[in-house]
């Protein structure tokens, strides 16, 4: 797994030499949880090629399943 935490890839992934067989995930949430003054103020989410993973609402199970789920779609669009 890869953190592009502050664009330090403008391409995204595709500008880092390795194989498709890494992806960027961009874990997010509308939620208050507490860790807020943990957050980077000039952060900026992904715009290609990520798989995003929305934690609002749910628990971490929920939220792991997803992830594993998108993370076999991806797979399986890669023809691996």
């Known amino acids: 797994m890869f953190a592009n935490t502050f664009k330090l890839l403008p391409n995204g992934l595709a500008a880092f030499p390795i194989d498709n067989n890494v992806v960027e995930v961009y874990v997010h949430t509308t939620d208050i949880r507490g860790r807020e003054n943990f957050h980077v103020g000039n952060y900026e989410e992904p715009l290609i090629d990520f798989l995003s993973i929305d934690t609002s609402g749910v628990d ?21």
Request: no cysteine.
């Open 60 to 80: 971490e199970m929920t939220s792991m399943n997803e992830l594993l789920e998108k993370i076999q779609q991806k797979h399986k669009e890669n023809g691996n």
